[in-house]
């Protein structure tokens, strides 16, 4: 198992396993209640993340900055592109300050358009792709922009839709229709002296991006960060983590860049590929069936996902050995990659000591668990590895909490999952789980130069250099969460262990309160639901009601995969499904298994199928996947009532 010498060999090398120790500060009663964490790369002082093409083409201008499918791109070509469309937007009329939003699919032009837009003093605002015109009118107007990028004709449409009505609408760039080009043309007179100066004229304070929340309520808000805000994100991570994972497997780098850059986790990390000379290539779609094959070609070492992601591999895999008729054996699979991963971290991290005769000691796993482990290493956990195109030893999972299990069988076929914890306003990951210390579970100590506050109510308090400095247009709203001594209040809810490893329970707005006075976060339940098939998206319920119950959707690849297995027409309807004892029992397992991580009294004790999808079109998720609350308890209000006129457990349909 590549993983097992990797952690072996990682920790011979005191000069990596003794970085940025942290220090963990107790209270009175000895509970861990602040943990900080000093810095590994310096803070940025003087210039801005323009600088960065250009330090790399002047050190090592022939190295492969990106991978494109017809070639590798170099640092001395990539910062020439770079040039040429920021002397093509300061042609277009853009100034110092100026806003230039981007609507479009990641994509390599994506990245050249970013560092473009900073080369020529200007402030990029994402916009996610599936944004509706009325998203567009408000970001567009909210952040100010005078010029917006666009990918495709109908992005276009959205955009002039959206802007109508404005009183100066913006000129648009369409990259379907040549923008690069049109942009590199417009500026060919524009002496590279211009982008030097404005270049030269940027500070660590200069604002780099407004980018807007999700916007789970209401409408969303911009995150001011400046450049010195992205660069101790990228710099601390790509310090703490690039040096382990490339001395302990003795390849260079590289990831496939998929997440939308959009979103503040995407766009950290096309700047720490950059910054840590990662090759890097980009890929427009998170839909595993579009990425697997894609992964596959491209052969990453490591890749930044999030647990949609991990969840739907797992599926895919039980899927095919269900369809084989080997369904079985991947669950044993399963079971046997958990309690070997389990063991083998107890026994590399010290942590052992539950004893018993199943390999679960401090010793690490005993021989019939190896036996086992290799047994199926053979039948099941290559066959992982392959659809992660063969080289991958390590994935860093954020956005949300990842299931315990599903991380430790991931590790039990040689993948090491890094879960991580941030915001748009703590400029991605405030919190990643040591490279040479994982700790499934937990979403692990801070970012260095990071500190992390439990406060008194259990919220996550946050500061440092990664930490916003406000929302724009928003006095208000900035004051309601940031503190003036610096400390950012999540909103999230969290503990500390005695080794400052952080552990997340949930939105602090969305903890329910049973009739009977029980608190229950929705956050736990509803990551174990997602992560078993066939789940496509959840809600738990029961505020002021005698019990927890849960809104259930069935992923649409999950049904088509139960009908052909049991040999069902195709098209039999949903309604019919949603009723079907069979299909019940099955999301019973699910509920089963995220049961087991509350009390009875948290437990979800009765649920209901319901037709259809959460989805960003319906109005039921945020682009970055997350559920809108209030929006699913209003479209499915009547179905929730009648989950509580029945006992629990009854079906409401029955």
């Known amino acids: 198992m590549g993983v097992r010498k990797d952690l072996k060999r990682a920790r011979q090398r005191t000069d990596l396993a003794d970085r940025a120790k942290v220090e963990v500060i107790k209270d009175e009663a000895g509970v861990v209640r602040e943990v900080r964490r000093e810095h590994l790369a310096p803070p940025l002082t003087t210039g801005s993340l323009a600088d960065l093409p250009y330090t790399n083409a002047t050190e090592n201008p022939d190295a492969p900055a990106v991978r494109r499918p017809d070639g590798p791109v170099t640092a001395r070509d990539f910062a020439a592109q770079v040039t040429a469309v920021a002397k093509g937007l300061i042609a277009a009329g853009l100034a110092a300050g100026d806003r230039v939003a981007v609507m479009s699919r990641t994509r390599y032009e994506w990245t050249v358009l970013d560092f473009a837009v900073w080369a020529a003093g200007g402030v990029t605002v994402p916009v996610y792709p599936t944004s509706a015109a009325a998203q567009v009118d408000w970001i567009v107007r909210d952040s100010g922009a005078r010029h917006v990028v666009t990918e495709t004709p109908q992005h276009t ?133 579009e990425l697997r094959p894609a992964l596959r070609e491209f052969r990453p070492t490591f890749l930044v996902g999030v647990p949609y992601l991990f969840e ?18 991947f669950d044993r699979a399963e079971r046997i990659g958990v309690r070997f991963a389990e063991a083998y971290l107890d026994k590399f991290l010290g942590t052992g000591g539950r004893g018993g005769q199943d390999g679960r000691g401090a010793k690490g796993p005993g021989p019939g668990l190896y036996a086992a482990w290799a ?32 991380n430790l069988f991931f590790q039990a076929a040689g993948i090491v999952v890094y879960e991580g914890y941030g915001l748009t306003e703590t400029s991605a990951a405030a919190t990643v789980v040591p490279p040479l210390a994982p700790r499934p579970g937990t979403v692990g100590q801070p970012v260095p130069g990071t500190a992390v506050r439990i406060a008194a109510d259990g919220e996550v308090l946050i500061k440092g250099p990664v930490v916003f400095g406000a929302y724009w247009n928003n006095p208000a709203a900035t004051a309601e969460v940031l503190a003036a001594d610096g400390w950012f209040a999540t909103g999230d809810l969290g503990s500390l262990d005695a080794d400052g490893y952080l552990t997340i329970t949930g939105r602090k707005k969305d903890i329910l309160v049973t009739s009977g006075g029980k608190n229950v976060s929705p956050a736990v339940l509803e990551d174990r639901l997602r992560s078993r098939a066939p789940v496509g998206q959840c809600l738990v319920v029961g505020d002021n009601r005698p019990f927890v119950a849960a809104l259930i959707t069935l992923d649409p690849e999950a049904v088509a995969h139960w009908l052909s297995v049991r040999k069902l027409p195709p098209d039999t309807p949903l309604a019919e499904l949603v009723r079907d004892d069979r299909m019940r029992a099955e999301v019973q397992k699910a509920v089963d298994h995220a049961n087991q991580a509350v009390s009875r009294a948290e437990s979800i004790r009765s649920f209901v199928l319901v037709e259809g999808e959460f989805s960003e079109d319906n109005g039921l998720l945020t682009p970055s996947l997350k559920v809108k609350r209030h929006a699913v308890t209003a479209r499915y209000a009547a179905e929730i009532e009648a989950l509580y006129r029945k006992s629990p457990g009854e079906s409401p349909g029955k």
């Open 312 to 329: 739907k591999i797992h599926d895919t895999g039980r899927a095919t050995a269900e369809k084989i008729g080997r369904a079985a054996s």
């Open 157 to 289: 449409a959205t955009v002039t839709a959206g802007t109508a009505g404005h009183p100066h609408p913006p000129q648009i760039w369409e990259l379907d229709a040549g923008a690069v080009a049109d942009l590199t043309a417009l500026g060919r007179d524009v002496p590279a002296e211009e982008v030097a100066k404005r270049r030269a004229a940027l500070t660590p304070g200069t604002v780099a991006t407004v980018c807007y929340t999700s916007g789970t309520t209401g409408r969303p808000k911009g995150c001011v960060l400046t450049h010195a805000n992205l660069h101790a994100e990228a710099a601390n991570t790509v310090e703490l983590l690039h040096p382990v994972f490339q001395a302990v497997t003795g390849r260079t780098a590289s990831t496939l860049l998929f997440l939308p850059l959009a979103h503040i986790l995407g766009r950290t990390l096309q700047i720490a590929c950059l910054m840590g000379r990662i090759e890097m290539g980009h890929f427009p779609s998170v839909k595993p069936d």
């Open 375 to 406: 047994l199926y290493d053979l039948l099941v956990y290559r066959r992982i590895r392959k659809e992660l195109g063969g080289r991958m030893r390590y994935a860093i999972s954020g956005g949300s909490p990842l299931d315990r299990d599903l």
